[in-house]
């Protein structure tokens, strides 16, 4: 039985998509400069505001750190912009004069945008710049424990696009997130594509909606590192990428995954650069909080790694940057093999290149499908053998899985929300960005004949019974 609350927040929604869907109108009519004044604009107002919708966040959801919130918000609100700002989406974008054919660029028109509680302010940047971009408009929904820093976060989008010319219901945020209202947005008539990150949950909710959907799935991120690798570099990438926001984005590495030959310089260079190893007793007692009836633990997401501790009953220490312990197996019963979201690292030992290949598959498939896999060596012919056929829509070298993933450090699209393609449930295993946000028309000209029919050709004899 729907509450008042529900219906309030049903009401809601769809006031907001018939605003939503006169101040497209008016965007789908605007000229390709009057678009990038707008997405400019939006751009330079949550690099203003990176810092406030950070510690908003954080006070918000517990989850994370202020200085690495604020890094996400400038991710999305610079580098994002700026892997955009130069595309075309108004009018014919592509002319093919060689084949006679011209691409135009349409909107989709509404998207809805579901956000975590994980990155509840880039998360929202990012999806108004490309939704915007595209000529779109966008609704989100936040995620209950994230409303007030999401709503912040549409409201200093909203207000920044309109300064620069668009029209008012552009850009909103659903004030009272309920079940019924993503439920209401994600399959309302007027709703034209679900842009979806979250959890599992949400986004076969998505999927299931009978709209066009893009979705994500989770990152448990296996980690190769060879012994031609450059072991301090590689610890040093692996920490920082680890570490970062506490380890909230999905494309964190979970498992690292060391060959036997350099095992032992490995584990030096992770506790000399601030990696707490775990005795057996310590391990048991934090893969007591790591999972709860059979899923993820949330109060462990996001935390630091001594808050972690304290929680199973260890003592951390004050400088301990994340915690590894050495695991074997693979399963819901060794709760360090499973996506963690916090600074907490399995650490498997491998004795070559195909033992780490199998062992990252079965990684994989227990929890990662089309997500990221990383390696670190520095012998081609090994990455080329190892990354070739793994089931992953990004595969890092060289690199922390975090930043590379989404695009920070490696040459692919800057973005937040990270396809897994088929073999994960998604339907692309492309960075989203917008180019996944307008459809593309094809304008072709006649250049041939059909061939001429062949009167003289002996006709076919009938079938006969």
Same mark, same amino acid.
């Given at each position: 039985?729907?509450?008042?609350?529900?219906?309030?927040?049903?009401?809601?929604?769809?006031?907001?998509?018939?605003?939503?869907?006169? +101040?497209?109108?008016?965007?789908?009519?605007?000229?390709?400069?009057?678009? !990038?004044?707008?997405?400019?604009?939006?751009?330079?107002?949550?690099?203003?505001?990176?810092?406030?919708?950070?510690?908003?966040?954080?006070?918000?959801?517990?989850?994370?750190?202020?200085?690495?919130?604020?890094?996400?918000?400038?991710?999305?609100?610079?580098?994002?912009?700026?892997?955009?700002? !130069?595309?075309?989406?108004?009018?014919?974008?592509?002319?093919?004069?060689?084949?006679?054919?011209?691409?135009?660029?349409?909107?989709?028109?509404?998207?809805?945008?579901?956000?975590?509680?994980?990155?509840?302010?880039?998360?929202?940047?990012?999806?108004?710049?490309?939704?915007?971009?595209?000529?779109?408009?966008?609704?989100?929904?936040?995620?209950?424990?994230?409303?007030?820093?999401?709503?912040?976060?549409?409201?200093?989008?909203?207000?920044?696009?309109?300064?620069?010319?668009?029209?008012?219901?552009?850009?909103?945020?659903?004030?009272?997130?309920?079940?019924?209202?993503?439920?209401?947005?994600?399959?309302?008539?007027?709703?034209?594509?679900?842009?979806?990150?979250?959890?599992?949950?949400?986004?076969?909710?998505?999927?299931?909606?009978?709209?066009?959907?893009?979705?994500?799935?989770?990152?448990?991120?296996?980690?190769?590192?060879?012994?031609?690798?450059?072991?301090?570099?590689?610890?040093?990438?692996?920490?920082?990428?680890?570490?970062?926001?506490?380890?909230?984005?999905?494309?964190?590495?979970?498992?690292?995954?060391?060959?036997?030959?350099?095992?032992?310089?490995?584990?030096?260079?992770?506790?000399?650069?601030?990696?707490?190893?775990?005795?057996?007793?310590?391990?048991?007692?934090?893969?007591?909080?790591?999972?709860?009836?059979?899923?993820?633990? +949330?109060?462990?997401?996001?935390?630091?790694?001594?808050?972690?501790?304290?929680?199973?009953?260890?003592?951390?220490?004050?400088?301990?940057?994340?915690?590894?312990?050495?695991?074997?197996?693979?399963?819901?019963?060794?709760?360090?093999?499973?996506?963690?979201?916090?600074?907490?690292?399995?650490?498997?030992?491998?004795?070559?290149?195909?033992?780490?290949?199998?062992?990252?598959?079965?990684?994989?498939?227990?929890?990662?499908?089309?997500?990221?896999?990383?390696?670190?060596?520095?012998?081609?012919?090994?990455?080329?053998?190892?990354?070739?056929?793994?089931?992953?829509?990004?595969?890092?070298?060289?690199?922390?899985?975090?930043?590379?993933?989404?695009?920070?450090?490696?040459?692919?699209?800057?973005?937040?929300?990270?396809?897994?393609?088929?073999?994960?449930?998604?339907?692309?295993?492309?960075?989203?960005?917008?180019?996944?946000?307008?459809?593309?028309?094809?304008?072709?000209?006649?250049?041939?004949?059909?061939?001429?029919? !062949?009167?003289?050709?002996?006709?076919?004899?009938?079938?006969?019974?």
């Amino acid at each position: 039985m729907l509450r008042d609350i529900d219906l309030q927040s049903i009401q809601e929604v769809r006031d907001y998509l018939e605003q939503a869907k006169e +101040a497209q109108k008016i965007l789908g009519k605007m000229t390709q400069s009057e678009i !990038d004044k707008i997405v400019e604009n939006m751009s330079n107002a949550g690099r203003e505001a990176a810092e406030k919708l950070a510690v908003m966040a954080v006070e918000e959801t517990r989850f994370g750190n202020v200085p690495d919130k604020v890094t996400k918000n400038l991710f999305a609100a610079n580098d994002v912009y700026n892997s955009i700002k !130069d595309i075309k989406t108004v009018g014919i974008i592509n002319r093919d004069e060689e084949n006679r054919v011209w691409e135009v660029a349409q909107p989709v028109g509404i998207v809805a945008g579901i956000v975590p509680s994980t990155n509840p302010t880039s998360t929202a940047i990012f999806k108004s710049l490309i939704a915007v971009k595209a000529r779109n408009a966008i609704i989100f929904s936040p995620h209950p424990s994230a409303a007030k820093a999401t709503v912040e976060a549409a409201k200093i989008m909203q207000e920044a696009a309109e300064r620069a010319g668009a029209p008012k219901g552009l850009i909103s945020c659903i004030m009272q997130p309920t079940l019924a209202a993503t439920n209401e947005l994600m399959k309302h008539k007027l709703t034209d594509v679900i842009l979806a990150t979250g959890g599992p949950g949400m986004v076969k909710a998505a999927y299931s909606s009978g709209k066009p959907a893009y979705g994500v799935g989770p990152g448990n991120v296996p980690v190769y590192i060879h012994e031609s690798a450059d072991v301090a570099k590689a610890i040093e990438l692996i920490i920082e990428s680890k570490t970062f926001d506490y380890g909230t984005i999905c494309a964190s590495e979970q498992a690292l995954l060391v060959d036997e030959s350099i095992k032992e310089k490995v584990v030096a260079e992770l506790k000399q650069q601030g990696a707490y190893f775990l005795n057996e007793d310590e391990k048991r007692k934090v893969e007591s909080v790591i999972m709860v009836n059979g899923s993820l633990n +949330a109060k462990i997401v996001g935390k630091a790694p001594q808050v972690i501790g304290e929680m199973a009953g260890i003592e951390v220490p004050a400088d301990a940057k994340l915690l590894v312990a050495e695991e074997t197996r693979v399963g819901k019963e060794y709760p360090f093999s499973i996506e963690k979201l916090s600074p907490t690292l399995a650490f498997y030992t491998v004795k070559d290149l195909e033992e780490a290949s199998a062992l990252a598959q079965e990684l994989l498939v227990f929890g990662g499908l089309g997500h990221t896999v990383g390696i670190h060596a520095q012998d081609e012919k090994v990455i080329e053998a190892y990354t070739i056929d793994k089931p992953a829509g990004r595969i890092i070298v060289n690199a922390g899985t975090t930043f590379g993933a989404i695009g920070a450090t490696v040459n692919v699209m800057p973005s937040l929300t990270l396809g897994c393609g088929a073999i994960g449930n998604n339907i692309t295993s492309d960075n989203v960005t917008v180019k996944h946000l307008f459809n593309i028309k094809r304008v072709a000209f006649g250049v041939r004949e059909m061939p001429k029919k !062949d009167e003289n050709a002996q006709k076919q004899p009938a079938l006969t019974k």
